[in-house]
């Protein structure tokens, strides 16, 4: 794994991603409520709603990728795979519909009926080629193994 610029190109197909995805939950939801959000309240409900609650872990992560890509080499380097696994993820299609995150039972209606949220997937993807990959397949701890790695970037940066 080398280059910043993987770790840029990986952050902006995750931040056209959650756009996409964000872009079509807020015209479901207005849809579903009658109603046209204003920039302020469509960011108060992301934050806050329940609704919206499935893109958040989404948000932590591209969090946790950029505090990480500003990291120290050593540990960027640490953090690839479980970067990668953690990405994956997200955006893999879940084994057992029926007992998917609820992330996956929002995202995946959405990547086969929304072609911008399929078009993003798809860069999600691209942006992988080359990360290193996880030979673990448990997702809790390929999850605690990125905040882990998140917290420890957050506390080697140097204080301003």
């Avoid at 931040?15 to 309240?41: C, I, K, W």
């Amino acid at each position: 794994m080398s280059a910043p610029a993987q770790w840029q190109t990986l952050a902006s197909a995750l931040r056209e991603l959650h756009r996409a995805l964000m872009e079509r939950a807020r015209r479901d939801y207005e849809r579903t409520h009658v109603v046209v959000l204003s920039p302020g309240e469509f960011l108060q409900l992301l934050t806050t709603d329940a609704y919206f609650e499935w893109l958040r872990g989404l948000s932590e992560l591209m969090v946790d990728i950029d505090v990480v890509s500003d990291a120290e080499p050593a540990l960027v380097e640490e953090m690839a795979t479980a970067v990668r696994a953690a990405v994956e993820h997200f955006i893999s299609a879940p084994k057992v519909p029926a007992t998917a995150h609820a992330f996956a039972q929002h995202y995946w209606p959405y990547v086969q009926d929304d072609p911008h949220v399929a078009m993003a997937h798809a860069g999600v993807k691209r942006a992988l080629v080359g990360w290193p990959q996880s030979d673990s397949e448990d997702a809790a701890s390929l999850l605690h193994e990125r905040h882990r790695l998140a917290e420890k970037a957050r506390n080697a940066r140097p204080k301003k």
